[in-house]
């Protein structure tokens, strides 16, 4: 059974900065990667970014150039970085594996608005 955990989620301004992170736990051999997902308001589940062990990342054009996803292969954890940040970024973020499991967490709310 896989638990996530994810946390560091908040508001901030259009142009602002946040930092996410998840811990996740349970059996994780066979999973190769992480990523991140974000439930709009109005309901659709978006797939944000994804990483691969050995470093190899990809994301949603959405998000280039402004997200940047990160993983630690030993503590299982993976974490996003979110700078210039605009109000369609507003959403619940899960994390998950790769590939993706039918495991989700509590997810972290982020509010983008001013």
């Known amino acids: 059974q896989l638990h996530f955990a994810e946390s560091g989620g908040g508001w901030v301004l259009p142009g602002g900065s946040l930092s996410l992170s998840c811990a996740a736990s349970g059996n994780l051999d066979k999973f190769w990667g992480m990523a991140w997902y974000r439930r709009t308001p109005g309901g659709q589940l978006e797939s944000i970014a994804y990483?691969?062990?050995?470093?190899?990342?990809e994301y949603v054009d959405a998000v280039k150039g402004r997200f940047a996803i990160s993983m630690d292969d030993v503590a299982n954890t993976v974490s996003l970085q979110m700078s210039g940040m605009k109000p369609e970024d507003t959403g619940v973020y899960f994390c998950n594996v790769v590939p993706t499991s039918e495991t989700w967490g509590p997810g972290t709310q982020v509010t983008v608005s001013s």
């Open positions: 990483i691969i062990s050995g470093g190899n990342a």
